[in-house]
T-cell receptor, first 115, second 116 residues
Framework: NAGVTQTPKFQVLKTGQSMTLQCAQDMNHNSMYWYRQDPGMGLRLIYYSASEGTTDKGEVPNGYNVSRLNKREFSLRLESAAPSQTSVYFC??????????????FGSGTQLSVL | AQTVTQSQPEMSVQEAETVTLSCTYDTSESDYYLFWYKQPPSRQMILVIRQEAYKQQNATENRFSVNFQKAAKSFSLKISDSQLGDAAMYFCAYSAYTGANSKLTFGKGITLSVRP
């Protein structure tokens, strides 16, 4: 049972480069999320998708775009990377119904450095 | 907007002793969930314990228990018989009652070290 799979695990970019972080879950979850983690800041929500076909901004959406490609996949794109986007990125998912529906399942994270 | 506050950035505990990590939150909702997540150096996010706001009884999971004070909006985590493997960053988190647009809001985290 793979759960939530994020790729890549590590990435180094130059300022101005673009890239897409991929996330897929195999638990048939409705909702998916992208968080960033910075020292002393905890996890902050970038974007989320409550269900297939919908996306909404979180607390820190500037500089990012997302795509909910289908129910399984939710990608995060940096169009023009900036050093301020150096962070650890987590994808997460959860279902909306049934026991345990409040629980978030996390991917293993992506360490991104922008030089 | 909901906020979660963890005011202590670091704590230390002697192995086998008990430690309490503090968390307060702010919300106007009456139904919600509260969580403690553990993040060891591996970076994996591990759910330690969760509490449903409508339940008066404090949640317990083995050596981990919470002190949930709804009126005071306080949600502390007690770790008993601390072990070296408990050393990690701990995050307190809040979620409004499950719904399509509900999402987890995290505190800034606390780094717990365990002294042998």
């Amino acid at each position: 049972n793979a759960g939530v799979t994020q790729t890549p695990k590590f990435q180094v970019l130059k300022t101005g480069q673009s890239m897409t972080l991929q996330c897929a879950q195999d638990m048939n979850h409705n909702s998916m999320y992208w968080y960033r983690q910075d020292p002393g800041m905890g996890l902050r929500l970038i974007y989320y998708s409550a269900s297939e076909g919908t996306t909404d901004k979180g607390e820190v959406p500037n500089g990012y775009n997302v795509s909910r490609l289908n129910k399984r996949e939710f990608s995060l794109r940096l169009e023009s990377a900036a050093p301020s986007q150096t962070s650890v990125y987590f994808c997460a998912s959860r279902t909306l119904r049934g026991q345990g529906s409040e629980k978030l399942f996390f991917g293993s994270g992506t360490q991104l450095s922008v030089l | 907007a909901q906020t979660v506050t963890q005011s202590q950035p670091e704590m230390s505990v002697q192995e086998a002793e008990t430690v309490t990590l503090s968390c307060t939150y702010d919300t106007s909702e009456s139904d919600y969930y509260l969580f403690w997540y553990k993040q060891p150096p591996s970076r994996q996010m591990i759910l330690v314990i969760r509490q449903e706001a409508y339940k008066q009884q404090n949640a317990t999971e083995n050596r981990f228990s919470v002190n949930f004070q709804k009126a005071a909006k306080s949600f502390s985590l007690k770790i008993s018989d601390s072990q070296l493997g408990d050393a990690a960053m701990y995050f307190c988190a809040y979620s409004a009652y499950t719904g399509a647009n509900s999402k987890l809001t995290f505190g800034k985290g606390i780094t717990l070290s365990v002294r042998p």
